[in-house]
């Protein structure tokens, strides 16, 4: 591909929804958390509650589920005993996501900014993604996870490139509202969200990154 020019100087992606399909290893880790206090499962059919557990951070999910109950606290010490590992196995890549990567590896930059907060190097090492991105940020690198820019911010900063030299590619709100604030073009991954364009499969990256393609 050495031919081939990068319309961007950085792509970034999301995690959850966009490199893995995560959805129901989330519900496993947080049905664990309702289990210990004695709450009824998650309910499955709640859109809004599937939506805050899939792209929120680990803080915002927690208060949302807890808020007004007085063993929040007891919740979150108890959430940080599950541990990745136990929920990989309910994981898995999306479709040509590496395959994508290494066609974009060395003409352009990647990134990854997730509001997942301790687990990313295991899952870059477990996945086998060691070597592709420069820089992955996470919730816990920053004062104000998305959907605030902050993260996507900071990703900026350090690859010293202007907003409209980065691409994001997420698939929630959070994701669609953390690339406004920062002004980088945004691609939306199997959602309908507005985005600079909307993408169903990650062998559609490269012609959006690659000229001529």
């Known amino acids: 591909?050495?031919?081939?020019?990068?319309?961007?100087?950085?792509?970034?992606?999301?995690?959850?929804?966009?490199?893995?399909?995560?959805?129901?290893?989330?519900?496993?880790?947080?049905?664990?958390?309702?289990?210990?206090?004695?709450?009824?499962?998650?309910?499955?059919?709640?859109?809004?509650?599937?939506?805050?557990?899939?792209?929120?951070?680990?803080?915002?999910?927690?208060?949302?589920?807890?808020?007004?109950?007085?063993?929040?606290?007891?919740?979150?010490?108890?959430?940080?005993?599950?541990?990745?590992?136990?929920?990989?196995?309910?994981?898995r890549m999306e479709d040509g996501f590496v395959e994508a990567l290494d066609r974009l590896k060395g003409n352009t930059s990647l990134a990854i900014c997730t509001n997942r907060a301790t687990s990313m190097e295991m899952i870059i090492e477990d996945f086998g993604l060691a070597g592709y991105f420069e820089c992955v940020m996470t919730a816990s690198q920053v004062d104000n996870p998305k959907p605030h820019p902050e993260p996507l911010l900071k990703v900026l900063k350090h690859f010293k490139a202007a907003p409209e030299e980065a691409l994001f590619i997420g698939d929630g709100e959070v994701d669609m509202q953390a690339a406004k604030g920062a002004g980088i073009p945004f691609i939306s991954y199997k959602t309908d969200l507005p985005a600079l364009a909307r993408i169903q499969h990650h062998s559609e990256i490269v012609r959006h990154v690659l000229i001529g393609q």
């Open 1 to 91: 591909m050495s031919e081939s020019k990068s319309r961007y100087k950085v792509v970034i992606y999301d995690c959850d929804g966009v490199i893995l399909d995560s959805i129901e290893s989330n519900y496993i880790f947080y049905n664990r958390v309702m289990d210990y206090l004695g709450r009824s499962p998650l309910d499955r059919f709640d859109l809004d509650a599937r939506r805050v557990l899939h792209t929120h951070s680990f803080k915002d999910v927690m208060e949302y589920f807890f808020a007004g109950d007085e063993r929040m606290e007891e919740a979150f010490q108890f959430a940080k005993t599950i541990h990745y590992r136990d929920l990989m196995p309910f994981m």
